[in-house]
């Protein structure tokens, strides 16, 4: 049982997929913070942006997988 949890593993630490993306968001993120920080008539625009971000990656995680996109 041992052995396939750990090739499992193995596999799971070797899959640098996405990696890339989920940096350069986090550096997006942290550049936004530091933006919004020093300067505080950026922080609602950001804040949408963001917000918009996130509703975007929503609907992508949540579209079926597949197939076409799902029709709104």
Known sequence: ???PIRRFLKHLFRDCRGQDFVEY???LGFIAVAAAATIPPLA???GEI???AHSIT???A???TGGA???N
């Open 50 to 52: 963001f917000s918009k």
């Open 58 to 60: 929503t609907r992508a």
């Open 25 to 27: 968001s986090l550096l």
């Open 44 to 46: 609602e625009p950001i």
């Open 62 to 64: 949540n579209r079926p």
């Open 69 to 71: 996109p799902a029709e």
């Open 1 to 3: 049982m041992a052995h």
